[in-house]
């Protein structure tokens, strides 16, 4: 504790006697000061005991006196010390009366007892309450370190909440709330949620106060990392603000836990190398040798089914707005979603990296991430567990989105931005991984066509053909094939485009299309001969009927 008004009435050598202010001396003093000014008021900071002899005072005048100590109190100046037998043998009664009526403590300092010893002993005071302080840090800082290295961060946060008498918590790069002490805290942590996400968005380091008439604590919140965008977020909550020997133990929390969040991207780094030479053997064909270098690391990942991810960032023509629909779906969106997005820096591959990883993580499960190729080529490879949280939250990732680009506008043209496409395969095992990689990249590519952010192979599987002949260029090879028939039609020399579509809907028979299109059977066998004649082509050839029926579906589709 810093020296106090009643430590140095208290001390047997300076002999001070207490003329007011009795109820008051338990007010830290700050330092001792000395002026015969009669109005010291500039040189004050706040917190001094004032020491006068009253050499240029006019020291009993009531009103001179009253207008002397308002002015000291409203310095805040905590306490006069007044030398007796000087200019004065005793403390003027108007000096006394106005100490008194502000409340300010009036010490009364003998002839004996020099300033300089009141000096030297709130001096002495300050530094032995600085050396406990710092011993007290340095005992902290040893704690933290031991707990961190035996019992982790939780152990860590354990030993911060006893050392500042208070409790803390740790939130991950998503925000969510990875861990709690006392575990009473958690619920508390979790309403911070939001003043995490604002801290996190400011460079890195940062740190904010939480506190106000809504809240029960002070709460101080540090980002955590080196980085250029934190990868967590340490609070503490207290019901005052810390000293210096807590101030000592939060800073050395925040390094502990800043080296283990780099730490562990370092050991992030070495498994995703594993994870590429597992993926390159599951995709070489060799499961076996891929079980052994996963180990214990993905081991558990293949020998269940697991799904396939590759995502990809598709550029576009002109960068997108989300409007106020867009914002109100992906406000439904989980925070972990739209915390990722931030923390990606606007890196879409990045994002989905770290919407899967997090789920994973506090689900407990297994998931293989591997970033591939650079600049336009670059691509994310994900083994997830069929049925699990990574893959449900990727699922929820791309719905956000979705919703989001339905809402979007486009903006001034010659902008772009990358929006993210992903194919989901089929579940599979590790002999079938090669197969399921294929199957990821069929659905991307579909993805991209049909402008979608996730399409899952077993859609394409279980839907039409029908949709794939939206695309482009498809249509293109399908009105040059038509293109012929058409023009012959626009003549008015007969219908051979609708009778070609009867013919080919009712596999070639003569009967049935002739009905159809309420025409005798020799007229569509003329019309089918002009078909023939016009296009150059065969209709006999099984390819020829394939390709004009697809064409005429294509066609008719827009």
């Known amino acids: 504790m810093p020296p106090t008004l009643a430590s140095l009435v208290h001390h047997s050598a300076l002999k001070l006697t207490v003329r007011a202010g009795e109820d008051r001396l338990d007010v830290p003093v700050r330092w001792a000061h000395v002026s015969e000014l009669a109005d010291p008021v500039p040189y004050m900071e706040g917190g001094e005991l004032l020491l006068i002899t009253a050499l240029k ?3 009993e005048d009531p009103e001179a006196m009253r207008r002397y100590v308002r002015r000291l109190v409203g310095a805040g100046v905590v306490g006069l010390g007044f030398a007796v037998g000087v200019n004065y ?6 000096l006394v009366d106005a100490a008194e009526e502000e409340d300010l403590p ?14 030297k002993a709130v001096s002495a005071a300050i530094a032995a309450d600085q050396y406990r302080a710092v011993t007290a840090g340095f005992a902290a800082q040893r704690e933290l370190t031991k707990q961190a290295l035996t019992g982790g961060p939780e152990g860590l946060l354990t030993a911060l909440a006893s050392q500042v008498n208070g409790w803390a918590a740790l939130y991950d790069a998503s ?8 575990e009473w805290a958690g619920r508390r942590a979790a309403r911070l949620t939001a003043d995490v996400e604002r801290l996190r968005e400011r460079p890195a380091p940062a740190s904010s106060v939480v506190g106000g008439p809504e809240h029960e604590d002070r ?6 990392g080196t980085g250029r965008r934190p990868r967590a977020a340490l609070a503490v909550g207290t019901a005052a603000a810390p000293g210096t020997a807590e101030r000592y133990a939060v800073h050395s929390a925040i390094a502990l836990l800043t080296l283990t969040t780099e730490r562990s991207r370092s050991l992030h780094a070495a498994e995703q190398r594993v994870g590429a030479a597992v993926l390159r053997m599951l995709l070489a064909g060799e499961p076996d040798h891929a079980r052994a270098v996963a180990g214990d690391l993905y081991g558990e990942l293949l020998d269940a089914p697991f799904r396939v991810m590759v995502a990809e960032a598709a550029p576009v023509s002109a960068a997108r707005v989300v409007d106020a629909g867009a914002r109100v779906a992906l406000a439904t969106a989980s925070t972990a979603v739209l915390a990722a997005t931030s923390e990606s820096g606007g890196d879409p591959l990045g994002a989905l990296a770290e919407v899967v990883e997090s789920a994973a993580a506090r689900a407990g499960e297994a998931v293989l991430v591997v970033p591939e190729g650079e600049g336009e080529a670059a691509r994310v490879v994900v083994l997830a567990a069929d049925g699990g949280a990574a893959v449900a939250a990727c699922a929820e990732y791309a719905a956000a989105l979705e919703a989001a680009r339905a809402g979007a506008a486009p903006e001034a043209p010659g902008a772009a931005e990358d929006e993210l496409v992903i194919g989901l395969s089929a579940p599979a095992g590790p002999i079938a991984a090669a197969a399921a990689y294929k199957q990821a990249e069929q659905a991307v590519s579909v993805a991209r066509r049909r402008g979608r952010v996730c399409v899952e192979h077993e859609q394409l599987a279980a839907g039409s053909v029908l949709p794939l002949l939206a695309d482009d260029a498809v249509k293109a090879f399908a009105d040059g094939l038509l293109r012929a028939l058409h023009e012959h039609d626009a003549t008015g ?4 485009v609708a009778s070609l579509r009867a013919w080919l809907s009712r596999h ?7 009905a159809d299109l309420g025409v005798h059977r020799h007229t569509l066998r003329y019309r089918m001969r002009r078909v023939e004649e016009i296009l150059g082509r065969s209709l006999d050839d099984a390819d020829v009927r394939m390709e004009l029926w697809l064409a005429l579906k294509a066609t008719s589709a827009e």
Do not use: C, N, Y
């Not at 043998?89 to 108007?94: G, M």
């Not at 709460?219 to 955590?224: A, P, S």
């Open 57 to 59: 005072l006019d020291a």
């Open 89 to 94: 043998e005793e403390i003027p009664k108007a």
């Open 106 to 119: 009036l010490l009364e300092v003998p002839r004996r007892t020099p300033f300089l010893a009141i000096s």
């Open 175 to 182: 925000g969510a709330v990875v861990a709690t002490a006392p």
């Open 219 to 224: 709460v101080e919140l540090h980002t955590l």
């Open 493 to 496: 020399r007969g219908d051979l």
């Open 508 to 514: 070639g028979q003569w009967d049935a299309a002739a």
